[in-house]
């Protein structure tokens, strides 16, 4: 008799954005004169750049021909795109990263709902709150919880609150925790950590010998000059810190597909009698046998976009997408709502009206205005009372929800 990983089954209903879509696409069919402007699911809507998809069809083209025809790429990436990514990323901001150190994948989302996956079950897991879903219900599924209270908050989490009263800064947990996710600029309240509150994560981590979990797949939308883009940038993270980032917001690959993760070899993890293990030739180990790596076109793509016409591109699509959080920001001040985030990401976090849930409000907005967001309570206990919008969306889109929202 085939047996199911009964942790599947503490999960709630639904995954967010499924729900999102359900009730959505129920609203639709019901009304179907309805113009739904969605600003719910961080899609980007602007084509991607021409540089890049014209070094992905020279690349399709090279894929036709026998003399240029490649099958699997390299485990952790062609170098053309590593070194790239190594040089702009990085050493621009003159941080310290070896190529075999970044290791190419299908998205950041895989990455961080895989990563756990190569530390033990009885790690303890630190969660800021709200919480991007995956990080939570990946380490549920691996069994590191119990069930979940009422709340939605699962036993056996250590959650970090990130509260309009700390700023959305997380504080450092009040008891010993292994593993951390942290997320910056952070979905979905918007917030960025600076360089001191990432000091004081690297110092707790090296002191607690933990490891971090460092989403930094929106970096790209930071303005302030202040704001660290890597955890790099703090002295002594390569002994505590895995980094995420993402190609998806910045260059419009969210259908394409690629990101990388960075691994230094200075991390380490233990083993139950104390010995320590390099943590990168374990996700080397996990990668070389669960992934086949990014197509070769893509990873084509995704170099031009550090040419000199694919930075320009690429920048014009963030301020775009930053223009458009700047005009919601003004316009949802100006109707009265309490809001943060949106200066150097391209979401806004919204207190809901009084006497409204974030579901609630979720559905006012999607029944009377036609627009969608995302319920703060799908982000954890701590995002009741919010609503997540986003900044993905054509100008006029925008123009004509706030125009709505403003009405309400």
């Known amino acids: 008799m085939a047996s199911i990983n009964e942790n599947y089954q ?18 639709a069919q019901a ?56 040089a702009h990323e990085f050493g621009l901001r003159g941080v310290d990263v070896d190529p075999d150190e970044i290791f190419l994948s299908d ?12 530390f033990g079950v009885d790690n303890t897991v630190a969660l800021t709150d709200p919480v991007y879903p995956v990080y939570c219900d990946s380490n549920v599924m691996a069994g590191r919880t119990g069930e979940a209270d009422s709340t939605g908050s699962y036993e056996g989490l250590v959650y970090v609150p990130c509260t309009a009263a700390n700023g959305f800064l997380p504080p450092l947990p009040d008891r010993p925790v292994d593993l951390i996710y942290l997320c910056s600029p952070n ?26 979990f460092f989403d930094a797949a929106y970096e790209g939308y930071i303005t302030d000059p202040e704001i660290p883009h890597s955890i790099y940038e703090i002295e002594g993270a390569r002994e505590v810190a895995i980094e995420m ?17 960075v691994v230094p070899k200075d991390l380490k993890a ?69 809001l943060y985030g949106g200066d150097n990401a391209p979401y806004l976090w919204i207190e809901t009206p009084e006497g409204q ?13 036609h627009v969608v967001g995302t319920p703060g309570a799908g982000f954890g206990a701590a995002g ?22 403003g009405r309400l």
């Open 31 to 86: 009304n179907p004169a309805a113009d739904i402007i969605r600003m719910g699911i961080g899609d980007v809507v602007r084509g991607i750049p021409r540089v890049i998809v014209d070094a992905m069809k020279d690349a399709a083209e090279e894929l036709a021909d026998d003399g240029t025809f490649r099958g699997y790429p390299p485990e952790q990436g062609y170098d053309f795109l590593v070194e790239a990514i190594v």
């Open 357 to 369: 849930d974030s579901w609630t409000f979720f559905d006012t907005l999607l029944t009377k205005a």
């Open 245 to 261: 980032r993402s190609f998806s917001k910045n260059c419009g690959f969210t259908g394409v597909r690629c990101a990388f993760t």
């Open 10 to 27: 503490k999960l709630k209903a639904g995954y967010l954005f499924p729900e999102i879509r359900r009730r959505t696409e129920a609203f």
């Open 187 to 212: 979905n979905p309240t918007g917030a960025v950590m600076p360089r001191q509150a990432l000091a004081e994560w690297v110092a707790y981590a090296r002191r607690e010998r933990a490891i971090i």
């Open 107 to 118: 998205g950041s989302k895989c990455d961080s709902a895989n990563i756990q996956e190569i």
């Open 384 to 405: 009741e009372g919010y609503l997540r919008l986003s900044a993905f969306q054509q100008r006029s889109a925008v123009v004509e929800a706030m125009d709505r929202i």
């Open 270 to 338: 233990y083993a139950a009698t104390g010995e320590s293990h390099a943590v990168h030739a374990i996700w080397s180990r996990r990668q070389s046998t669960k992934y086949n790596g990014v197509s070769y076109p893509v990873q084509r793509g995704a170099a031009a976009s550090y040419t000199a016409g694919g930075r320009t591109a690429v920048r014009e699509l963030i301020d775009f997408y930053l223009s458009n959080a700047r005009l919601m920001k003004e316009r949802l001040s100006a109707a009265g709502y309490t």
